[in-house]
Structure formats: structure tokens, C-alpha cells
């Protein structure tokens, strides 16, 4: 048995940054270009452009939630379908480097997704995904008599909701904890047709943009919010804000904390993902109590659990690459950068 499985996305990224690369900010003309943000990074084109070293490494939400979990000390699988490519083959050598136990499925006809990320020399990134493999999981392929934890950490991505909503009524019949930070596809299934699952887990992580769509409550009502939230979800609800922090929760109070101010920003890939597998990894370590099916931890348990995610994800903000810099068991206590983050906590 796996003190935790992880379930989603693995793939294999290359990073490649530039002086070249700028950042145009100009809401007024680029969002009617369709870039909705107001943003746009950008390069002349044409021509050549001078690049440092790529840097090539493994990504994707299972295999970096993995990576945090092994790194911690925990028994970990990670169920993610590949291709049968040298991307796929890499994939599991990552896995076996890290002590995870990989739980592959593979695909004849696709390959292993694939990203290349774009860095300015600020940190700032645009993302290109090829997703290949990893969104085709059918029913009959998943060996469900292997998958036995008493944790899962479930980043869905694309696989369809019929086969994660039989994964999670399969852990839970065994008694296992479940977490799961939805992916944008599954938020815009909306929440009626989401609640099933969401009702049914023990954490769930989002950020406030995504948690605001799912509600359908203004982004600057955060109580509202997570009054929604508490509908919705009987365990806990996380929800990070960037460089605001993190709200969490518990069904009675709110716990606010911000970040941890880094060394220097190196690259942001994997952030949101280091933050969610931090949480669960500190929750792990407390002791909790069930009820209705749902666990419930103390005050206290959560406070740790939100600092020793925010150390994760700012130790991995400062190095390239998604799973460079995730922490091992026993830096976080051990290194004094890390012993002070202001928590506050408020009546729901």
C-alpha cells in the first residue's frame, strides 16, 4: 500500500530562457487582439535569437506532487499514462531516481505530452503543451487492483470525469484521504456536475480566479466565496492568491497567511503544485479525526500544513524547472528562513 498515489499529468519539459523574450503589458490594445489577460510575451520575428542552455526535466501535476511526497518521505506511486517514446522512458527514470513508484499506462498512439517553456529574465513564462497521452485514459485501463493508499493526490488535467469520478469512489472505499486540485477544464464543468467528487474530498486546492468561476461569486467577495466553498466541499478548501498567499478553510474559520519572500525568481512553473502537495504533505504528518467519510484536522495541523507548502513553493520558485528545489524531509525544520510566516485566523 502507497502512503500516497498521485493521479494525473507527467511530462517532459524544456525550458528555454531569453534576454530576447519582453513582456508587453497594454490591456487596451492586446485584449482586442484575444489576449485576454492584457499581456503578451513576446520577440521580434524573424532572424535568430540567442538563448542560454536549455534545461531539460520532467513536469506535469501527478509527477511533481510525486516528486514533493517521495522528497518528504512518503511511500509514493504515481498513476500517469505516457507514450511508448524516449519521453516516456525518461519519465520513469525520473520516477525511479526519486523512489516513486510509477503505475504507467501507455499509449500506442500518442505521445508523451510534451512542453516548452518560454522564460523571460524575470521569471515570467508562456507555456506551449502538447498534451498527447496524458488526457486519453480509458476505464478498462486502469488496473484499480493496484491502487491501494491511504492518500491520493488527484491532478486531473484532461482524463475525463467518468474515470476520475471511479477512481475516487474506489480509494474512499478502501478509506483513503483524497485531495485534488481541479484542473481548468474540470472547473468549467461547473459545479453542479462537479459536486459528486468535490463533496466527497478531503482537500481541495484551487486558486482565487478559479475558485471565484467555480462559485460564480465576484473575486473580491473572499467570504463569499468560500461560504460557497463549504457548500460544495465537506473537507477542506485552499485557495492561493500568487504573491496575496493563501486563504484556507476549514468549514469554521479562515486562516490567512502570505509568502515567503524568495531568494530570487527563477521560474514559476510547478509553483501551484509545489503549494498544493506541500499542504497535503504537511496534513499527513497530523493526526485527524473522521467524519461523514471526511477527514478534519486541528488548527494547528493546518497551520503547519500551509507553511510548509509555502516554503515548498518558494524553494522551487528560485531554481528552473518544476521539480527543482521541492524540499526534502526534514530542510524545512531544519533551515531558519523557514520558521516564521505570519497565520491569522478569522470566524467563517
Known amino acids: 500500500m502507497f502512503d500516497i498515489l498521485t493521479i494525473g499529468t507527467a511530462t517532459r519539459d524544456v525550458f528555454v530562457k531569453s534576454d530576447a523574450f519582453k513582456v508587453l503589458r497594454d490591456p ?44 518528504q518521505g512518503y511511500k509514493t506511486g504515481a498513476l500517469v499514462k505516457i507514450g511508448e517514446d524516449d519521453a516516456g522512458e525518461a519519465i520513469l527514470s525520473e520516477f525511479k531516481k526519486e523512489k516513486i513508484t ?34 486519453e485514459v480509458g476505464k478498462q485501463e486502469v488496473p484499480f487492483k493496484k491502487l491501494k493508499a491511504r492518500w491520493a493526490y488527484i491532478v486531473p488535467g484532461r482524463i475525463p470525469f467518468s474515470v476520475i469520478s471511479l477512481l475516487v469512489a474506489h480509494l474512499k472505499s478502501q478509506g483513503a484521504k483524497i485531495a485534488m486540485n481541479p484542473s481548468r477544464y474540470y472547473i468549467e464543468l461547473g459545479a453542479k456536475q462537479l459536486k459528486p467528487i468535490l463533496s466527497r474530498l478531503d482537500v481541495v486546492i484551487m486558486n482565487r480566479e478559479e475558485a471565484s468561476y467555480l462559485t460564480g461569486i465576484k473575486y473580491e467577495e473572499e467570504k463569499k466565496i468560500f461560504r460557497k466553498l463549504d457548500e460544495l466541499v465537506d473537507g477542506i478548501a485552499v485557495m492561493t492568491d500568487g504573491r496575496g498567499g493563501v ?32 499542504f497535503v504533505a ?46 526534502k524531509k526534514g530542510e524545512f525544520e531544519k533551515q531558519s528562513r523557514w520558521r516564521s510566516l505570519k497565520i491569522t485566523k478569522t470566524s467563517l
Open 102 to 135: 510509477g503505475v504507467p499506462l501507455f499509449s500506442a498512439d500518442k505521445g508523451t505530452a510534451f512542453s516548452v517553456v518560454l522564460l523571460t529574465a524575470g521569471g515570467e513564462r508562456t507555456i506551449l503543451n502538447y498534451r498527447g497521452a496524458s488526457e
Open 28 to 71: 487596451v490594445h492586446l485584449e482586442k487582439l484575444g489576449f485576454k489577460t492584457g499581456e503578451a510575451e513576446c520577440f521580434a520575428m524573424g532572424g535568430k535569437i540567442e538563448v542560454g542552455e536549455p534545461v531539460v526535466t520532467c513536469g506535469g501535476g501527478a509527477a511533481n506532487a510525486a516528486v514533493t511526497f517521495a522528497r
Open 282 to 327: 504537511g496534513l499527513m504528518r497530523a493526526r485527524s479525526e473522521t467524519k461523514g467519510g471526511v477527514a478534519s484536522f486541528s488548527p494547528e495541523s493546518i497551520e503547519y500544513a500551509i507553511r510548509l507548502a509555502s516554503a515548498n513553493a518558494t524553494s522551487k520558485v528560485e531554481l528552473t524547472g518544476a521539480q527543482a528545489g521541492l524540499l
Open 247 to 278: 486563504r484556507v478553510s476549514d468549514g469554521e474559520n479562515i486562516f490567512s497567511a502570505g509568502i515567503y519572500k524568495e531568494k530570487k525568481m527563477a521560474d514559476r512553473t510547478g509553483a501551484g503544485d509545489a503549494f498544493g502537495s506541500g
